[in-house]
């Protein structure tokens, strides 16, 4: 079955960074795109960033634009987020995603990811 195991959250002065990681099993890894959603207590869960099945193509959230890359390696059936220049308003729970069809999605538990000085 289809699993998503992220890691790689904690706590962060501002102007930090944090390397999320998402480790992908039970499904042909290179068949599809991967996301990273955030959510904060009270809210959906929002799009942060997006990657296409081969890594060619990306696509961010304006707030984090230019300040988090999403990477993934294939050999390896891993997905990466790497957030810099951390801010506040950038504490949430952060999730690795994985669809079939716009309807049946796939998620891992999440990773905190806390900032605060």
């Known amino acids: 079955q289809v699993q998503l195991v992220e890691s790689g959250g904690g706590t962060v002065q501002p102007g930090g960074s944090l390397r999320l990681s998402c480790a992908a099993s039970?499904?042909?890894?290179?068949?599809?795109?991967m996301r990273w959603y955030s959510q904060v207590p009270g809210e959906e869960r929002k799009l942060v960033a997006f990657i296409s099945p081969a890594g060619d193509r990306t696509h961010y959230d304006d707030s984090v634009q230019g300040r988090f890359t999403i990477s993934r390696d294939n050999r390896k059936n891993m997905a990466f987020l790497q957030m810099d220049s951390l801010k506040p308003e950038d504490t949430a729970l952060y999730y690795c995603?994985?669809?079939?069809?716009?309807?049946?999605?796939?998620w891992g538990p999440g990773t905190q990811v806390t900032v605060s000085s």
């Open positions: 039970g499904f042909i890894f290179t068949d599809y795109a």
């Open positions: 995603n994985m669809r079939t069809t716009p309807s049946q999605n796939y």
